[in-house]
T-cell receptor, first 112, second 115 residues
Framework: KNQVEQSPQSLIILEGKNCTLQCNYTVSPFSNLRWYKQDTGRGPVSLTIMTFSENTKSNGRYTATLDADTKQSSLHITASQLSDSASYIC???????????FGTGTRLQVFP | DTGVSQDPRHKITKRGQNVTFRCDPISEHNRLYWYRQTLGQGPEFLTYFQNEAQLEKSRLLSDRFSAERPKGSFSTLEIQRTEQGDSAMYLC?????????????FGEGSRLTVL
């Protein structure tokens, strides 16, 4: 069964600290992996999209890594800000399919 | 604003009533998706369109749910005889897709509360 699992479920950090969120998936064959940021009560916003040939991709203070062999991805947030408080959702797409498999997200809270 | 827009943003209704949500995608996007999201969960796929054709419907989409995209532009999602379990955020997303799903752009969602 195609699944996407994220950890931790929730995370609390202090402003200015770094953190790393994990995503493991079983989707095969694999096409691409996306990370979205979702503020409370808002729609998800895309952070990165990576294909199987990409190992890392950055978007400002967000850096995503992908290991297609172990089917793992991480999202690293550097020098966190209060505005980073949100849910971060990992989404995986299979090859030659229109179906996107969503993880349940990691809820990040950044405190001053 | 040229993003995906959804209307209404919030809807409170009594059990048994019908509700309709509208989604206007980004104009050049050929694909339109509907998702449902409950608190603490990721979005769950409901259905999607390529142009005006509805290509897939989830088993989550009971016969009380119907979606249309009559001219391949905006879409509506109607829920008939609402139940309390229908309370959720209904998200619309659009993309321009060739062989695979392109980058997905989400709207702000329509939050439904069924009393």
């Amino acid at each position: 069964k195609n699944q996407v699992e994220q950890s931790p479920q929730s995370l609390i950090i202090l402003e200015g600290k770094n953190c790393t969120l994990q995503c493991n998936y079983t989707v095969s064959p694999f096409s691409n992996l996306r990370w979205y940021k979702q503020d409370t009560g808002r729609g998800p916003v895309s952070l990165t999209i990576m294909t199987f040939s990409e190992n890392t991709k950055s978007n400002g203070r967000y850096t995503a890594t992908l290991d297609a062999d172990t089917k793992q991805s991480s999202l690293h947030i550097t020098a966190s800000q209060l505005s980073d408080s949100a849910s971060y959702i990992c989404v995986v797409s299979g090859y030659n399919t229109d179906k996107l498999i969503f993880g349940t997200g990691t809820r990040l809270q950044v405190f001053p | 604003d040229t993003g995906v827009s959804q209307d209404p943003r919030h809807k409170i209704t009594k059990r048994g009533q019908n509700v309709t949500f509208r989604c206007d995608p980004i104009s050049e996007h050929n694909r339109l998706y509907w998702y449902r999201q409950t608190l603490g969960q990721g979005p769950e796929f409901l259905t999607y369109f390529q142009n005006e054709a509805q290509l897939e419907k989830s088993r989550l989409l009971s016969d009380r749910f119907s979606a249309e995209r009559p001219k391949g532009s905006f879409s509506t999602l109607e829920i008939q005889r609402t139940e309390q379990g229908d309370s959720a955020m209904y998200l619309c997303a659009s993309s321009f897709a060739g062989q695979n799903t392109g980058e997905l752009f989400f709207g702000e969602g329509s939050r439904l509360t069924v009393l």
